[in-house]
């Protein structure tokens, strides 16, 4: 069976069987450009996102034509869980100049999603894009609140991986 057969027949709730299928297939050559390649099919999104977001979990490393093609594909999200699973990716991401713009617009509209986490993970978007692009920075600065002294945390998503120093402080 191919990937997207396997990909077809997973229930779309099951973390064992998509790691499953992660394991069955990311040593395979090309595994992340076939699996960008596959985001861009609406029946395929959620469970394509969810293996790339896990290969960069895992410490791989994508192109960075690869890393284009995922910035092209923003606007064509169609599942709350395919936009999550972008935007926890978005960390182990380079924002290619040409495409903060596409990313930023995005964040805009994952800003306004009615999925909490989306909601949540798009201002840890905005986090990213600062970081790696400062004119975005005064902006983001005003998505941070300080919970208690020497511990910022994006709000409202809280994790011990979100903790900002203190350059964002208000």
């Not at 861009?40 to 979990?57: D, T």
């Not at 986090?127 to 005003?142: D, N, S």
Request: glycine share 4%; with cysteine; aromatic share 12%.
């Amino acid at each position: 069976m191919t990937i997207q057969d396997e990909m077809a027949l997973w229930d779309g709730k099951s973390a064992h069987d998509i790691g499953k299928i992660y394991n069955g297939f990311n040593k395979q050559t090309g595994f992340p450009r076939n699996v960008i390649a596959l985001m861009a099919q609406e029946n395929c999104q959620k469970s394509a996102s969810w293996l790339l977001k896990h290969h960069l979990e895992n410490d791989n490393k994508i192109s960075q034509p690869e890393t284009k093609s995922i910035f092209k594909l923003l606007n064509t999200l169609d599942h709350w869980e395919s936009k999550l699973h972008v935007l926890q990716s978005l960390p182990f991401l380079n924002i290619p100049n040409a495409y903060k713009t596409a990313l930023e617009q995005f964040l805009r509209e994952c800003l306004t999603e009615t999925n909490k986490f989306v909601r949540a993970w798009a201002y840890n978007g905005f986090y990213e894009l600062a970081k790696q692009y400062p004119e975005y920075e005064e902006e983001t600065r005003l998505f941070f609140v300080k919970k208690k002294p020497g511990c910022f945390l994006l709000w409202p998503c809280v994790t011990k991986r979100h903790r900002l120093g203190p350059e964002y402080a208000i």
